[in-house]
C-alpha cells in the first residue's frame, strides 16, 4: 500500500529462485513475447501482493549482499523482514545491528505467529496464518 501511495518500496529476495509465491498458481500472469522467459507466467497472487514495487535479488549469506543491504538500510526510512525471530542476526541484519546503520530507521518484524509463545518458531505469513486461524475457529465450534 506504500507503493500505492508513491513510496519507493524494493523487496529484496532470493538471489536465484526469486519470492516462492511468484510460482503460485493458477491463475497465472502469462509471460509477452518480448519478456525473454519461459513457462506459465508470474502468479497472479505474487503480482498482486507487490505491485508498485522494486526487486532485487540478494544473499544475505555472502559478505557482499549483506553489505548491500547495509548501503540500503542506511538511506531508507523503513525497514520490514518477516524471518523467525532472532534469524537474521548471524546475518548483521538484526535491529541492533541496523540501528548502528541507521539510527533513524523505523524496523518492524512481523512474522506469522509472532516474537514470542509457543508457535513464534514457526514459519508463517499471510495466507498460512488466515488458514489456520479459520481452521481453529471452525474446529472450536
Not at 6 to 28: C, F, L, M, Q, S
Not at 128 to 140: F, H, I, L, P, Q
Request: net charge neutral; proline share 4%; with cysteine.
Amino acid at each position: 500500500m506504500l507503493g500505492d501511495l508513491g513510496a519507493e518500496v524494493i523487496k529484496i529476495e532470493h538471489p536465484i529462485r526469486g519470492d516462492d509465491t511468484r510460482a503460485w498458481g493458477p491463475p497465472y500472469a502469462t509471460y509477452t513475447d518480448d519478456s525473454g522467459k519461459q513457462g506459465s507466467g508470474e502468479s497472479a497472487y505474487f503480482l498482486s501482493v507487490n505491485r508498485n514495487k522494486k526487486s532485487l535479488g540478494l544473499s544475505f549469506q555472502h559478505k557482499s549482499g549483506v553489505e548491500i543491504l547495509h548501503k540500503l538500510a542506511k538511506d531508507c526510512d523503513i525497514l520490514v523482514e518477516n524471518y523467525l525471530p532472532g534469524a537474521l542476526k548471524k546475518y548483521g541484519m538484526d535491529y541492533e545491528s541496523v540501528a548502528k546503520v541507521n539510527p533513524g530507521l523505523i524496523y518492524a518484524s512481523i512474522t506469522g505467529y509472532g516474537q514470542t509463545g509457543p508457535y513464534s518458531s514457526r514459519a508463517g505469513y499471510d495466507v498460512m496464518v488466515e488458514a489456520y486461524v479459520r481452521y481453529s475457529v471452525y474446529t472450536s465450534s
